[in-house]
């Protein structure tokens, strides 16, 4: 039967694990759309990076998972293209970054509500019940912080902590040159502080690990 999809036994699906990135790119370029065991094994690579990054960026469990889903289809579609003139890695996040664009351009009238309401809680006298800011945990307000920051600020914050990617590989993705992409990351980590710190006026900007 003329494409159909051929699935290796697991033996040999192990064996794909240990190739590198690069390794995987080829063998899907000659095998795509008939052989998925190769695109399969990078997926497993990269599918929880990219929904924690699209959750950071977005905020909506939904739209990132939406989002990591339409991405993934994307590099099925275009992983032809790729030229090896960067990481895969570094051209997979391209994919992502500007898909999460899209999606927040859908979406910002519902984000500026979110945080224009959240501006207003935070304004409220602190008669408010204290035990529930209290229980709130690091992450929760990590990712108010995160909420609160530009749209251009917010993806290089997650870019750098969520993805763990070095500002060089930062810069080859937003396209900018080494010195650009330091200073915008820095004055992104000064909003984010800044941010952080609204959330909770008692509480000191910590060293923060995302």
Known sequence: MQNQLHVLPPEDELALGTLTDEELVSICKRELPDE???YR??????EGLIYNFCLKTIGSAQDAEEVAQDSLIQVFHKIHQFENRSAFKTWLYKIV???CRNRI?????????QRAYEEQVSKEPATQDKSNAQSQDNKERIQDALDRL??????????????????QEIAETLGLGSSAAKMRFYRALESFKAAYQRTDSEIQTPSVKL
């Open 36 to 38: 998925i065991n190769a």
């Open 41 to 46: 094994e990078l997926v497993k690579r990269y």
């Open 97 to 99: 970054h500007n898909y």
């Open 105 to 113: 351009s859908k979406i910002s009238r519902k984000q500026k509500n």
């Open 150 to 167: 530009k749209p251009k600020d917010k993806e290089i914050i997650t870019y750098k902590f969520i993805l763990g990617m070095t500002l």
